[in-house]
Nanobody, 118 residues
Framework: QVQLVESGGGLVQPGGSLRLSCAAS????????MGWYRQAPGKERELVTV?????SANYADSVRGRFTISRDKNTVYLQMNSLKPEDTAVYHC??????????????WGQGTQVTVSS
């Protein structure tokens, strides 16, 4: 059983910063990739950023230059700077691995609320 637990969300003023963390526990040796998604009220879940085991990272256009993903083994971080009200959402950690049949197995955290408001 694999669990992803996020932390670090909260209320911040526009222009402020937050750092999210996601720690994985359970019977997993390593993930092929880890990342962050977010879901704002009334909107679909969207990709924020992902990083592979090789270290490369992709970012949504809306966060590129402001957000930075980093990873230490099975813990992934999201440094969010210059936050905007439109960044308000529940942020979910995501991790995946490939099984013996090359099928993608995904895991999700329950999410942490980020609210950007003055």
């Amino acid at each position: 059983q694999v669990q992803l637990v996020e932390s670090g969300g909260g209320l911040v003023q526009p222009g402020g910063s937050l750092r999210l963390s996601c720690a994985a526990s359970g019977s997993i040796l390593s993930f092929a990739g880890m990342g962050w998604y977010r879901q704002a009220p009334g909107k679909e879940r969207e990709l924020v950023t992902v990083t592979s085991s090789g270290g490369s990272a992709n970012y949504a256009d809306s966060v590129r230059g402001r957000f930075t993903i980093s990873r230490d083994k099975n813990t992934v971080y999201l440094q969010m700077n210059s936050l905007k009200p439109e960044d308000t959402a529940v942020y979910h950690c995501n991790a995946w691995r490939m099984d013996w049949a090359s099928r993608k197995i995904e895991y999700w955290g329950q999410g942490t609320q980020v609210t950007v408001s003055s």
